[in-house]
């Protein structure tokens, strides 16, 4: 079975330093998806970045990027030039490829706080 | 275009009654995902519609149940209320739905709880 483990329960960093959230996963599939999800306080879950297993290049969307690697079933996420308003839960998700059954599990999620 | 509205944002029922959750996709957007989020088991996708049919669906017992309809607006319903219902229930919806590669967008939720 599928399973996603992220380690840190909670994470502090200074504002405009560099945080990096971690997320291994467990899978036999060839054929997946990964997020990261962004959870404000008492506001809506936003898709923050997403990468395909299959494509060997790290994601990235403006200060955030993925360090993807593929072999040690790792996902983590770098947040570069930290702001007050990212200071939120981050899931990590995993969502397996196929069109009929799928499975999409999610971390128990990274509290982030952003120190001014 | 206006976002995800869930309906009610919070509900308060006691153990064995029922209760309906409602979701209103953004315009033109034809799936509908439903998650539970509580602190011990975090998030758990409980199923998806698209064009009013079940597409695919989690690990939760028959209580949980839903439907879509053809303005895919989709209700969530869960029967017997058991104390550990107690979570906020996220719905989610996406144009083409999660089979393919398509984001989601996610409504404020409806916090339940179950006395």
């Known amino acids: 079975a599928q399973t996603v483990t992220q380690s840190q329960p909670e994470m502090s960093v200074q504002e405009a330093e560099t945080v990096t959230l971690s997320c291994t996963y467990d899978?036999?599939?060839?054929?997946?998806?990964l997020f990261w999800y962004k959870q404000p306080p008492s506001r809506q879950m936003i898709l923050v970045i997403r990468?395909?297993?299959?494509?060997?290049q790290n994601a990235t969307e403006n200060r955030f990027s993925v360090n993807f690697q593929k072999a040690a079933k790792s996902f983590s996420l770098k947040i570069s030039d930290s702001q007050l308003g990212d200071a939120a839960m981050y899931f990590c998700a995993y969502r397996s490829a196929g069109r009929g059954t799928y499975k999409y599990i999610f971390g128990t999620g990274t509290r982030l706080k952003v120190l001014a | 275009k206006a976002g995800v509205t869930q309906t009610p944002r919070y509900l308060i029922k006691t153990r064995g009654q029922q209760v309906t959750l409602s979701c209103s996709p953004i315009?033109?957007?034809?799936?509908v995902s439903w998650y539970q989020q509580t602190p011990g088991q975090g998030l758990q996708f409980l199923f998806e519609?698209?064009?009013?049919?079940?597409?695919n669906k989690g690990n939760f017992p028959g209580r949980f149940s839903g439907r879509q309809f053809s303005n895919s607006r989709s209700e969530m319903n869960v029967s017997t209320l058991e104390l550990g219902d107690s979570a906020l229930y996220l719905c989610?919806?996406?144009?083409?739905?999660?089979?393919?590669?398509?984001?989601?967008?996610f409504g404020p939720g409806t916090r339940l709880t179950v006395l």
């Open positions: 519609y698209f064009s009013e049919t079940q597409r």
């Open positions: 315009s033109g957007h034809r799936s």
């Open positions: 899978t036999s599939e060839s054929d997946y998806y």
């Open positions: 989610a919806s996406s144009l083409l739905g999660l089979a393919g590669y398509n984001e989601q967008f």
């Open positions: 990468q395909e297993a299959y494509k060997q």
